[in-house]
């Protein structure tokens, strides 16, 4: 076994990074981009999930010639046309505030009955100038009030298919058994797995 590969998380949310931390488990030797110095927010202005994760994982590749990996997530539901999706994290204005994107979230669906929606996360990650995405999503539907006291953002209303429970009602370990970014990371875990991607079997 080759030393591990040192694998910067391309992304600012602390609880991504403790998630994700979690699902990778030894895998990598984890780092953050905060340990690089980075003053500024990863720019985001792309249109759809994908090319966010894409912008993400390129910006710190390119300003510190990392091996990386980026997650950009979203939140799609279909009595709002795929909203807020790729606009989840500023749904209710700058700045990003999880609790007023759940409160815009409840007002908008007031009345309505169809609550379904899923959760999604691209994944790209980046080695030596190459990059390769990994998307994970799951079913579920819409709480008509928060519930729960784990997780972030939409944890809270956000309740998968076959649960009476809310995300935030889950534990970590829990929610990484089921949830979009655990499903997109058993896609990577496996590429990476599969390939020898290291050169390490
Ligand atoms: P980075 O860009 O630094 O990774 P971010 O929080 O801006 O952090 P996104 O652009 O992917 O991340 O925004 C996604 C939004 O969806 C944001 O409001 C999150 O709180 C929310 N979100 C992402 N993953 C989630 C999850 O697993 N459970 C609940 N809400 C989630």
Redesign the pocket.
């Known amino acids: 076994m080759m030393q591990r590969q040192r694998l910067y998380l391309?992304?600012?949310?602390q609880?991504?990074i403790e998630?994700i931390k979690d699902l990778l488990g030894d895998l990598f030797d984890i780092h953050t981009v905060f340990e690089l110095g980075l003053a500024v927010?990863?720019p985001?202005t792309g249109n759809t999930?994908q090319e966010?994760?894409m912008q993400?994982a390129a910006y710190i590749a390119e300003h510190f010639q990392v091996t990386c990996l980026?997650?950009?997530?979203?939140?799609e539901v279909n009595a709002l046309g795929g909203r807020?999706g790729?606009y989840?994290?500023?749904?209710a204005g700058e700045p990003?505030d999880?609790a007023a994107?759940v409160r815009k979230l409840l007002v908008e669906l007031a009345g309505i009955s169809d609550r379904s929606a899923r959760?999604v996360?691209v994944l790209t990650f980046h080695h030596q100038g190459k990059y390769i995405s990994f998307e994970g999503e799951i079913q579920g539907q819409i709480a008509r009030s928060p519930r729960g006291e784990h997780?972030?953002?939409?944890?809270p209303v956000?309740e998968p298919l076959g649960y009476d429970r809310t995300?935030a009602e889950m534990t970590l370990v829990e929610?990484n058994q089921l949830?979009?970014?655990a499903r997109a990371m058993q896609k990577f875990k496996s590429f990476i797995d599969e390939t020898g991607f290291f050169g390490d079997k």
């Open positions: 391309a992304t600012q949310n609880h991504k998630e927010e990863i985001e999930l966010n994760s993400k980026s997650d950009d997530s979203g939140l807020p790729v989840s994290a500023r749904y990003k999880d994107n959760f996360t997780g972030f953002g939409y944890d956000f995300f929610k949830a979009h970014r």
